[in-house]
């Protein structure tokens, strides 16, 4: 596939307003964007850091995915995601490359991208996530 940068690296947090704060205040970071995701069932704050951003994730429910990594290895980073061109493509090689994938086709995430995700235990443990942004 053709992987171009670390589009964002999603860190899981209880408390979105208090890491927000440690960003901002600590890091110097500006929160550009703070968007729910309704579907995943999280509330999201973004920040750039040079060409990269930092996505937090706090859950807005108690079954939803953050919720469940919360509960089972707290805070810390959730997932990693790469920009990709061509994102139906990318994922169909990866599911070729015998990669177990979450999403069968991609679909629609934050900031509207187009987004799909590969299972960690099939990525040495790491929620990997493949994203392109369309508008571009
Ligand atoms: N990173 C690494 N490992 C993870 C993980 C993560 N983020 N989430 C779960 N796992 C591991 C668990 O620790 C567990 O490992 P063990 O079997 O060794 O204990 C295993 O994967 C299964 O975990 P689980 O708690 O039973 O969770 P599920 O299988 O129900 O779900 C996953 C795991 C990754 C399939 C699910 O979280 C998912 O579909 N994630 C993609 C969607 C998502 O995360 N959305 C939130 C962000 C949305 C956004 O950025 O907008």
């Known amino acids: 596939m053709q992987t171009t940068h670390i589009e964002h690296i999603g860190i899981a947090v209880k408390d979105l307003n208090k890491a927000i704060r440690f960003?901002?205040?600590?890091?110097?970071?500006?929160?550009?964007?703070?968007?729910?995701?309704?579907?995943?069932?999280?509330?999201?704050?973004?920040?750039?850091?040079?060409?990269?951003?930092?996505?937090?994730?706090?859950?807005?429910?108690?079954?939803?995915p953050v919720a469940k990594f919360l509960e089972k290895r707290g805070e810390g980073v959730h997932h990693i995601a790469f920009a990709v061109k061509g994102i139906g493509e990318a994922l169909s090689q990866a599911q070729e490359n015998g990669i177990q994938t979450i999403d069968k086709e991609p679909r629609k995430g934050?900031?509207?991208?187009?987004?799909?995700?590969?299972?960690?235990?099939s990525t040495f443990g790491v929620l990997t996530e493949l994203c392109e942004n369309k508008k571009k």
Request: aromatic letters at 10%; charged letters at 30%; glycine letters at 10%.
């Open 110 to 121: 934050a900031e509207g991208l187009d987004i799909a995700f590969l299972h960690p235990k």
């Open 23 to 64: 960003y901002e205040d600590v890091m110097g970071l500006h929160c550009y964007n703070i968007e729910e995701v309704v579907d995943q069932k999280v509330r999201t704050a973004f920040f750039m850091a040079g060409e990269t951003k930092i996505e937090l994730l706090e859950s807005t429910s108690g079954d939803g």
